[in-house]
């Protein structure tokens, strides 16, 4: 059963860049979609991007410029940079799997990062 | 970009029927799949691919879509169903992940 765990810092700066990592385990990385999704306190989710087993990556419009998602195959790992964070970043952030058909399965357990200096 | 609307709340009393639609453009033409939010958890996957429902998911759990609206049926509803439940497609013309706005589902 795959599973997949967020780590990083919890808190990050105004104007620093947010890292984060989700490892995973009980399968490869390979031949899926792998996502970083996130949801302010009380909102909705919100959809930042995905990396492919290839390493082709699209990324939400909206966040493109300060948004990157790369992979390390050798690790079964992948990770998320976000630029430049300002309060409006601080949120629970997930990884998942998947998109297309079949849905977004599993997700990890979210990890929380707020932006405060 | 591709938007999906759901109506932010829907209350129900216990043992009825709950209906959550997601509307979105010639939204029967995509692969709709719901997710169920329970306070501080991660979501989790109801339906996938419109109405089929992964393994371990009670049956009371179904779906359906066609034309601009889909939907999202729990019958026979339990206090145990209360959750934020979200609507999500891809949009192929984008290939981006897309999100409904969630719909908080109150048991009476």
């Known amino acids: 059963q795959v599973q997949l765990q967020e780590s990083g810092p919890g808190l990050v700066k105004p104007s620093e860049t947010l890292s984060l990592t989700c490892t995973v385990s009980?399968?490869?990385?390979?031949?899926?979609?792998w996502n970083w999704i996130r949801q302010p306190p009380g909102k909705g989710l919100e959809w930042l991007g995905y990396?492919?087993?290839?390493?082709?990556?699209n990324y939400n419009p909206s966040l493109k410029s300060r948004v990157t998602i790369s992979v390390d195959t050798s690790n079964n790992q992948f990770s998320l940079k976000l630029s430049s964070v300002t309060a409006a970043d601080t949120a629970v952030y997930y990884c998942?799997?998947?998109?297309?058909?079949?849905?977004?399965?599993?997700w990890g357990q979210g990890t929380l990062v707020t932006v405060s200096s | 970009s591709y938007v999906l609307t759901q109506p932010p709340s829907v209350s129900v009393a216990p043992g009825k029927t709950a209906r959550i639609t997601c509307g979105g453009n010639?939204?029967?033409?995509?692969?709709v799949h719901w997710y169920q939010q329970k306070p501080g958890q991660a979501p989790v996957l109801v339906i996938y691919?419109?109405?089929d429902r992964p393994l371990g998911i009670p049956e009371r759990f179904s779906g359906s879509n066609s034309g601009n609206t889909a939907t999202l049926t729990i019958s026979r509803v339990e206090a145990g169903d209360e959750a934020d439940y979200y609507c999500?497609?891809?949009?192929?013309?984008?290939?981006?992940?897309?999100f409904g706005g969630g719909t908080k589902l109150t048991v009476l």
């Open positions: 010639n939204i029967g033409s995509k692969s």
């Open positions: 998942a799997r998947g998109g297309g058909r079949g849905g977004i399965d599993p």
């Open positions: 691919d419109d109405s």
């Open positions: 009980g399968g490869s990385i390979g031949s899926y979609f």
């Open positions: 990396i492919s087993y290839s390493g082709s990556t």
């Open positions: 999500q497609v891809w949009d192929s013309s984008s290939d981006h992940v897309v």
